[in-house]
């Protein structure tokens, strides 16, 4: 009997039905010599404190550093507190009885890094010896998963994955049970103050942005605006300087000739540029770069934008959701053609889909080096029926993202007029010739929003204009823009560092803070823990939030860069780096933090956990 354990019952059932298996019993399905059976999600964890005999909150005990982790079943809270869950004995017993009767184990747990300690942390606590394989796919469609139990691996290929989660596990553990533990003690508070080695430094970005916006000093400033007459055409320029006092903007704004003062040449062209520009497709989405685009586009928060995409992939519409990559090899390119097809009858999408199909494909997001374990989000080409209105809107940003990635380059034109009065005055102006990837949306271009003119006549360098109307214009410097949802995965994506260049972002994702599939689960972690709160769409800080931050900012606990770099770790251990060394590291630091929490905490003040004002 070959046993198949999925990450839950619905993919356990879908798996089943391609096999024809229909016989339903207490925990699993079964038939045509095959034996389907599911965890929910983690089964289990590793064991609490005093499973290692480090019994309540006591300073003696810390730093708690077990020599060996022990595994533990997942508890679930009761009125004689936290119990094994019975829920899931019940099913780790099941999983142990079939896997002692299994002539072959495949593990169709989701193929990335959390799916792979799923299933390793019930191979190893149940003791199982047996050798297993492994089911690796990027879609949860029939012709995938028959693709890909033609093609099971070795589960041993995937060692330095597990290697990787199981650290990523046991430093989250050491760091989060010892920050926590002495922080709390440590302030006198009573209450548990969480810390933890990614929601942290997310906590520090969140504040550290709140506070430059609440303590910024807006400056004063002005400019000067001027309307200029090309054949009964008004186009706008502005000052090229800016003025700190609004004399010297009056003394600039004296100095123009304008109809009014009997000097109708007022505006004499110095120069006259015209550039083309050509503006590259968006790469494919990765699970950040959707969840931000979700968030810009319709307001749907990390979480809910993954929650969403996962079902559309239980419901084989999309592909594997939590990837990293936003790229495609060659193999699956070959495909694409056929998936543009399916959208020629799309309702926005299909005049695009058809201009595509006949056309030839932009490849800038095809490059096999760069796909990790799983290639960027795609549509199957099943048929989407009766979705909801959120599950279309994410179906309608993966299908339309794929169509921009395939198509043109948008080719435009970008002009700058210097107009010579008094003081050099600039005006520009941006003509999409060729309007490309653009199309397939119809969005205007972003660059465009902030132009004064809609378009521009055209003049010629060394010809006199009148100037129509003059203004001085009074403007304050302004902060940077609290943090919503999008732009904090964007952040996170960087550990911070601002960089706009997407292809710059993605060669930096393995050292960002926390990994797409766990961005979301980070945000909503800092909600739960009554640190920040959604506010409109901001995120802002509560009194707690801010307080821990004031304890914890100046050390490494909170500098998004030491974690970021500690992902980057991770992922050198996925592919094949030591592990020790790392396991060493995590524990030096623990020792150091531990420390610093205990002095710190005491100066520690704590309101009642309530959103800050924003100015």
């Given at each position: 009997?070959?046993?198949?354990?999925?990450?839950?019952?619905?993919?356990?059932?879908?798996?089943?039905?391609?096999?024809?298996?229909?016989?339903?019993?207490d925990g699993y399905i079964e038939g045509k010599g095959y034996t389907f059976t599911w965890a929910f999600g983690h089964l289990l964890q590793l064991a609490p404190p005093q499973e290692y005999g480090f019994y309540g909150w006591n300073v003696q005990n810390l730093p708690m550093l077990p020599q060996k982790f022990k595994l533990s079943i997942r508890k679930v809270?009761?009125?004689?507190?936290?119990?094994?869950?019975?829920?899931?004995?019940?099913?780790?017993?099941?999983?142990?009885?079939?896997?002692?009767?299994?002539?072959?184990?495949?593990?169709?747990?989701?193929?990335?890094?959390?799916?792979?300690?799923?299933?390793?942390?019930?191979?190893?606590?149940?003791?199982?010896?047996?050798?297993?394989?492994?089911?690796?796919?990027?879609?949860?469609?029939?012709?995938?998963?028959?693709?890909?139990?033609?093609?099971?691996?070795?589960?041993?290929?995937?060692?330095?994955?597990?290697?990787?989660?199981?650290?990523?596990?046991?430093?989250?553990?050491?760091?989060?049970?010892?920050?926590?533990?002495?922080?709390?003690?440590?302030?006198?508070?009573?209450?548990?103050?969480?810390?933890?080695?990614?929601?942290?430094?997310?906590?520090?970005?969140?504040?550290?942005?709140?506070?430059?916006?609440?303590?910024?000093?807006?400056?004063?400033?002005?400019?000067?605006?001027?309307?200029?007459?090309?054949?009964?055409?008004?186009?706008?320029?502005?000052?090229?300087?800016?003025?700190?006092?609004?004399?010297?903007?009056?003394?600039?704004?004296?100095?123009?000739?304008?109809?009014?003062?009997?000097?109708?040449?007022?505006?004499?062209?110095?120069?006259?540029?015209?550039?083309?520009?050509?503006?590259?497709?968006?790469?494919?989405?990765?699970?950040?770069?959707?969840?931000?685009?979700?968030?810009?586009?319709?307001?749907?928060?990390?979480?809910?934008?993954?929650?969403?995409?996962?079902?559309?992939?239980?419901?084989?519409?999309?592909?594997?959701?939590?990837?990293?990559?936003?790229?495609?090899?060659?193999?699956?390119?070959?495909?694409?053609?056929?998936?543009?097809?399916?959208?020629?009858?799309?309702?926005?999408?299909?005049?695009?889909?058809?201009?595509?199909?006949?056309?030839?494909?932009?490849?800038?997001?095809?490059?096999?080096?760069?796909?990790?374990?799983?290639?960027?989000?795609?549509?199957?080409?099943?048929?989407?029926?009766?979705?909801?209105?959120?599950?279309?809107?994410?179906?309608?940003?993966?299908?339309?993202?794929?169509?921009?990635?395939?198509?043109?380059?948008?080719?435009?034109?970008?002009?700058?007029?210097?107009?010579?009065?008094?003081?050099?005055?600039?005006?520009?102006?941006?003509?999409?010739?060729?309007?490309?990837?653009?199309?397939?949306?119809?969005?205007?271009?972003?660059?465009?929003?902030?132009?004064?003119?809609?378009?521009?006549?055209?003049?010629?360098?060394?010809?006199?204009?009148?100037?129509?109307?003059?203004?001085?214009?009074?403007?304050?410097?302004?902060?940077?823009?609290?943090?919503?949802?999008?732009?904090?995965?964007?952040?996170?994506?960087?550990?911070?560092?601002?960089?706009?260049?997407?292809?710059?972002?993605?060669?930096?994702?393995?050292?960002?803070?926390?990994?797409?599939?766990?961005?979301?689960?980070?945000?909503?972690?800092?909600?739960?823990?009554?640190?920040?709160?959604?506010?409109?769409?901001?995120?802002?800080?509560?009194?707690?939030?801010?307080?821990?931050?004031?304890?914890?900012?100046?050390?490494?606990i909170a500098q998004a860069e030491l974690t970021g770099n500690w992902e980057k770790r991770l992922e050198e251990i996925r592919s094949g780096a030591s592990v020790t060394g790392f396991q060493e590291e995590i524990k030096a630091y623990t020792?150091?933090?531990?420390?610093?929490?205990?002095?710190?905490?005491?100066?520690?003040?704590?309101?009642?956990?309530?959103?800050?004002?924003?100015?």
């Amino acid at each position: 009997m070959k046993v198949v354990i999925a990450e839950k019952p619905s993919v356990a059932r879908e798996i089943a039905k391609v096999f024809g298996a229909t016989i339903k019993k207490d925990g699993y399905i079964e038939g045509k010599g095959y034996t389907f059976t599911w965890a929910f999600g983690h089964l289990l964890q590793l064991a609490p404190p005093q499973e290692y005999g480090f019994y309540g909150w006591n300073v003696q005990n810390l730093p708690m550093l077990p020599q060996k982790f022990k595994l533990s079943i997942r508890k679930v809270k009761t009125k004689d507190g936290m119990v094994d869950d019975p829920a899931v004995k019940k099913q780790l017993d099941t999983i142990k009885a079939l896997f002692d009767e299994a002539t072959e184990i495949i593990v169709a747990t989701d193929a990335g890094r959390e799916g792979e300690l799923i299933f390793r942390y019930i191979y190893y606590y149940l003791k199982c010896k047996k050798t297993f394989k492994r089911l690796w796919i990027s879609s949860q469609t029939d012709e995938a998963i028959k693709e890909g139990f033609r093609n099971l691996k070795p589960g041993s290929d995937y060692d330095t994955l597990f290697n990787s989660a199981h650290c990523r596990s046991q430093s989250d553990w050491l760091v989060g049970m010892n920050a926590t533990q002495a922080l709390s003690l440590s302030s006198g508070t009573r209450s548990v103050l969480s810390l933890g080695r990614v929601q942290t430094p997310t906590l520090a970005m969140i504040c550290a942005r709140y506070l430059e916006n609440k303590n910024f000093l807006p400056q004063t400033y002005y400019q000067v605006s001027i309307r200029v007459d090309k054949d009964g055409q008004i186009f706008r320029a502005v000052s090229d300087a800016n003025f700190k006092t609004k004399e010297a903007a009056q003394l600039i704004i004296d100095q123009v000739t304008d109809v009014a003062s009997g000097f109708p040449n007022g505006g004499h062209i110095l120069s006259v540029e015209a550039k083309p520009r050509k503006e590259p497709p968006p790469l494919l989405h990765d699970l950040s770069s959707l969840q931000q685009e979700a968030n810009k586009r319709k307001g749907f928060t990390a979480d809910q934008t993954l929650t969403l995409l996962q079902n559309l992939y239980e419901s084989k519409l999309v592909t594997y959701p939590r990837t990293g990559s936003r790229y495609i090899g060659d193999d699956v390119f070959a495909g694409v053609p056929q998936l543009i097809e399916k959208f020629k009858d799309h309702a926005d999408f299909g005049k695009q889909a058809t201009w595509l199909s006949e056309a030839k494909l932009n490849k800038r997001s095809v490059n096999a080096k760069k796909v990790t374990d799983h290639h960027a989000i795609l549509p199957t080409g099943e048929t989407p029926y009766q979705l909801s209105p959120d599950k279309q809107a994410i179906y309608d940003l993966v299908a339309g993202r794929m169509l921009e990635a395939f198509h043109q380059e948008c080719v435009k034109e970008i002009t700058r007029i210097t107009v010579q009065s008094g003081t050099s005055f600039i005006a520009s102006g941006t003509v999409i010739n060729s309007a490309g990837w653009r199309a397939v949306f119809n969005e205007p271009d972003e660059e465009k929003k902030d132009e004064e003119n809609p378009s521009l006549p055209k003049v010629r360098q060394g010809e006199d204009l009148p100037v129509v109307e003059k203004t001085l214009l009074e403007k304050q410097t302004k902060p940077k823009p609290l943090f919503n949802e999008a732009a904090l995965l964007k952040a996170l994506e960087t550990a911070g560092k601002e960089i706009d260049d997407e292809e710059l972002r993605y060669a930096m994702k393995d050292s960002g803070l926390g990994t797409p599939a766990t961005r979301a689960a980070i945000i909503e972690t800092l909600i739960k823990r009554d640190y920040i709160l959604r506010e409109k769409k901001n995120l802002l800080p509560t009194q707690t939030g801010l307080a821990v931050y004031n304890v914890v900012k100046d050390y490494r606990i909170a500098q998004a860069e030491l974690t970021g770099n500690w992902e980057k770790r991770l992922e050198e251990i996925r592919s094949g780096a030591s592990v020790t060394g790392f396991q060493e590291e995590i524990k030096a630091y623990t020792r150091t933090i531990t420390q610093e929490l205990l002095r710190a905490g005491a100066a520690m003040v704590i309101k009642p956990a309530e959103a800050i004002p924003v100015k």
